[in-house]
């Protein structure tokens, strides 16, 4: 199956310095990637949409200044977090959106997450 | 909007015991319906999906068909494992290219021998 992965898995930072988080498809191309936000027992929250070679759409409530995407090739997509601050500590979900011919669906798959602690 | 209800957890069950966990869903249009599965420390997993309306999707044991009718995608398995303790998202989306997940809360089980 398609495999996403993200890293760093984990990462611990001070408050006020940026964390870049990647996301990539290893065994295919991904046209669309997502970034999501999961706080502790809660579901994810999308936060943006990201296509290669275009800006990302964010989603409403998500600061496009302080959460920065880039999507410079198919199977590479990067969250930047500038100016981390403890409110921002949560965990961080790619997923990557690829076309199934088998099934004629597409499918979206997950990374392993990031979790970002700001101290 | 669009959007996904689950009913909340955690569902506390002795294993062997028949597990449902409803899921109900508001669409503009005609979306296709999944579970996902996150196990603790883990990523997301898709458990099964249904793209259609009377679609039964499967795996695992878990089972959950689409019902158009009702709105509803609820998942079901007729005896559960220990290792089934994880957190259960249901969510929708549009067969189109650049549209996102529309996750459910989650619903967290626990299993207990």
């Known amino acids: 199956g398609a495999v996403v992965s993200q890293h760093p898995s984990w990462v611990i930072c001070k408050s006020g310095t940026s964390v870049k988080i990647e996301c990539r498809s290893l065994d295919f191309q991904a046209t669309t990637m997502f970034w999501y936000r999961q706080f502790p027992k809660q579901s994810l929250m999308l936060m943006a949409t990201?296509?290669?070679?275009?800006?990302?759409?964010?989603e409403q409530g998500v600061e496009k200044d302080k959460f920065l995407i880039n999507h410079a090739s198919l199977t590479l997509s990067t969250l930047t977090v500038t100016s981390a601050h403890p409110e921002d500590s949560s965990f961080y979900i790619c997923s990557a959106r690829v076309w199934l011919a088998k099934s004629s669906y597409n499918e979206q798959f997950f990374g392993p997450g990031t979790r970002l602690t700001v101290l | 909007g669009n959007s996904v209800t689950q009913m909340e957890g955690p569902v506390t069950l002795s294993e062997e015991a028949f597990l449902t966990i409803n899921c109900t869903y508001t669409a503009t249009g005609y979306p296709s319906l999944f579970w996902y599965v996150q196990y603790p420390g883990e990523g997301l997993q898709l458990l099964l999906k249904?793209?259609?309306?009377?679609d039964k999707g499967s795996n695992k044991g878990f089972e959950a068909t689409y019902r158009k009718e009702t709105t509803s995608f609820h998942l079901e398995k007729g005896s559960v494992q220990v290792s089934d303790s994880a957190v259960y998202f249901c969510?929708?989306?549009?067969?189109?290219?650049?549209?996102?997940?529309?996750f459910g809360k989650g619903t967290t089980l626990s299993v207990s021998s």
């Open positions: 990201s296509n290669e070679g275009s800006k990302a759409t964010y």
């Open positions: 969510a929708l989306t549009f067969n189109q290219a650049g549209t996102a997940l529309i």
């Open positions: 249904a793209t259609k309306a009377d």
